[in-house]
């Protein structure tokens, strides 16, 4: 261990003070009490320097074991910060429903929700495969049951329940006034099946398919 600067001196001091007492005996009780004060200084020294020392290492150690626990801490700040936030979606059965509706003129339903009170038409392919069906002006909407057949003498079949929203179908064209007032609601069925109701090949809509032997 290296040894303290006082250290030496006292050494030093004791060292001339021994050789005078040999050479002046009456001189011991002097030299005596300074080694004894110089010692007593060194020793006071040597304790205070140990004690700072000691603490100092301690502080040092304190801070070493401290960085892995606050390394550990920031780790886990990090991992709550990256935990994922729990939102609740919107159920996709609800947010379909709340969308409106787009409204048509015409809609094809069972004919068990047909009101009983509804009219029931039957199209014949021996009249062109044209038919007409006549309303009083302010009816709507129109319950319909329509049917098809290929004669007069031939079996009808069934082309659908329908509602006819006859106010929508007269602005957008569709339909024709009659000239006893009333409304006309033309219908045709094609070589392939297709019913469609309307004015003409240009001006109609499709609502059904029937085929007839």
Same mark, same amino acid.
């Given at each position: 261990?290296?040894?303290?600067? /006082?250290?030496?001196?006292?050494?030093?001091?004791?060292?001339?003070?021994?050789?005078?007492?040999?050479?002046?005996?009456?001189?011991? $009780?002097?030299?005596?009490?300074?080694?004894?004060?110089?010692?007593?200084?060194?020793?006071?020294?040597?304790?205070?320097?140990?004690?700072?020392?000691?603490?100092?290492?301690?502080?040092?150690?304190?801070?070493?074991?401290?960085? $892995?626990?606050?390394?550990?801490?920031?780790?886990?700040?990090?991992?709550?910060?990256?935990?994922?936030?729990?939102?609740d979606p919107e159920p996709i059965g609800e947010a379909v429903?709340?969308?409106?509706?787009?409204?048509?003129?015409?809609?094809?339903?069972?004919?068990?929700?047909?009101?009983?009170?509804?009219?029931?038409?039957?199209?014949?392919?021996?009249?062109?495969?044209?038919?007409?069906?006549?309303?009083?002006?302010?009816?709507?909407?129109?319950?319909? *049951?329509?049917?098809?057949?290929?004669?007069?003498?031939?079996?009808?079949?069934?082309?659908? !329940?329908?509602? /006819?929203?006859v106010a929508a179908l007269a602005k957008e064209g569709y339909?024709?006034?009659?000239?006893? !007032?009333?409304?006309?609601?033309?219908?045709?069925? *094609?070589?392939?099946?297709?019913?469609?109701?309307?004015?003409?090949?240009?001006?109609?809509?499709?609502?059904?398919?029937?085929?007839?032997?």
């Open positions: 261990m290296k040894q303290d600067p /006082l250290n030496q001196i006292t050494e030093l001091i004791c060292g001339i003070a021994d050789r005078c007492i040999r050479l002046i005996p009456g001189s011991y $009780p002097f030299f005596r009490y300074m080694c004894g004060l110089l010692h007593s200084v060194s020793a006071t020294d040597a304790k205070r320097q140990a004690k700072e020392e000691s603490a100092g290492a301690g502080f040092i150690n304190k801070e070493v074991d401290a960085g $892995p626990v606050l390394a550990r801490k920031a780790d886990d700040a990090g991992l709550e910060s990256r935990e994922p936030i729990d939102v429903a709340s969308l409106p509706r787009s409204p048509h003129p015409v809609e094809k339903v069972p004919i068990d929700e047909l009101p009983a009170e509804r009219r029931c038409w039957t199209g014949n392919d021996a009249n062109r495969r044209n038919y007409h069906g006549r309303i009083p002006e302010g009816e709507n909407p129109v319950h319909l *049951e329509l049917h098809w057949k290929k004669n007069g003498k031939a079996p009808r079949k069934l082309v659908g !329940g329908f509602i /006819l929203d339909l024709t006034q009659d000239s006893s !007032g009333g409304i006309r609601i033309r219908f045709i069925r *094609e070589s392939d099946g297709y019913v469609y109701i309307g004015r003409g090949s240009d001006k109609r809509i499709p609502i059904g398919k029937v085929v007839l032997a």
